[in-house]
């Protein structure tokens, strides 16, 4: 078992950047895929982006794609995620996953243990 802890949330403005990581102290984070989800007030858990567990394959949320980032730090085992040009649709809790079958998945419930979220609030 694994338990992540997201980090790096806050309140910005349309067209900033802002960065999250999410990061584990059970040294076999390194062997789970993770992924990022955010739910906004109302709304159901949307999927954001995920990665395997080497880092490799991103997959993104076409609403996302070429603006957000995944990459992975193995040696601190962190996840971090890059959110550019920043938009107020980007306004949710965002929350960490970890699945034990290495590869990124769309689908939550691939996902077993998740972090509490980390809030990001982008003001137009």
């Known amino acids: 078992q694994v338990q992540p802890v997201e980090s790096g949330g806050g309140v910005v403005q349309a067209g900033d950047s802002l960065s999250l990581s999410c990061a584990a102290s059970?040294?076999?984070?390194?062997?789970?895929?993770v992924g990022w989800f955010r739910q906004a007030p109302g709304k159901e858990r949307e999927f954001v982006g995920a990665?395997?567990?080497?880092?490799?394959?991103?997959i993104y949320a076409v609403s996302v794609k070429g603006r957000f980032t995944l990459s992975r730090n193995p040696f601190n085992n962190t996840v971090f995620l890059q959110m550019n040009n920043l938009k107020p649709e980007d306004t949710g809790l965002y929350y960490c996953?970890?699945?034990?079958?290495?590869?990124?998945?769309?689908?939550?419930?691939?996902?077993?243990?998740w972090g509490q979220g980390t809030q990001v609030t982008v003001a137009s």
């Open positions: 990665l395997a567990w080497n880092g490799r394959g991103p």
């Open positions: 996953a970890a699945s034990i079958y290495r590869m990124g998945s769309e689908t939550p419930r691939d996902y077993g243990f």
């Open positions: 059970e040294p076999t984070f390194s062997h789970y895929a």
